[in-house]
């Protein structure tokens, strides 16, 4: 089974930073896709920010509101992705999950895989 661990969210006054890592365990033949998600209270879960790898290059995206402001990237021999997330707003305050599309050898089709949520609060 593929686990993910969370951790890096707090309470943090406008224009701080906080770095968020995600940590996968378990049996994993490859990850094709790492992203971030976040939701807050009343409102749907939106995609943050994402990152593929195809061969040595990797391909990212963010949501129009964190462009310039965040950054997704991941460490492939620890099986883990980071959101360092910097000028933050109150608005940015959510709960932010990680999620994964996982093989778990080198035949199988991709699972999807989420964690836990770690809470961000942007307040002073």
């Known amino acids: 089974q593929v686990q993910l661990v969370e951790s890096g969210g707090g309470l943090v006054q406008p224009g701080g930073s906080l770095r968020l890592s995600c940590a996968a365990s378990?049996?994993?033949?490859?990850?094709?896709?790492m992203g971030w998600y976040r939701q807050a209270p009343g409102k749907e879960r939106e995609l943050v920010a994402n990152?593929?790898?195809?061969?040595?290059?990797?391909?990212?995206n963010y949501v129009d509101s964190v462009k310039g402001r965040f950054t997704i990237s991941r460490d492939n021999a620890k099986n883990t992705v980071y959101l360092q997330m910097n000028s933050l707003k109150p608005e940015d305050t959510a709960v932010y999950y990680c999620?994964?599309?996982?093989?778990?050898?080198?035949?199988?089709?991709?699972?999807?895989?989420w964690g836990q949520g770690t809470l961000v609060t942007v307040s002073s």
């Open positions: 999620n994964l599309l996982v093989k778990v050898a080198a035949d199988s089709g991709y699972l999807e895989v």
């Open positions: 378990g049996s994993i033949f490859s990850i094709n896709v």
């Open positions: 990152i593929r790898r195809r061969g040595i290059t990797n391909y990212v």
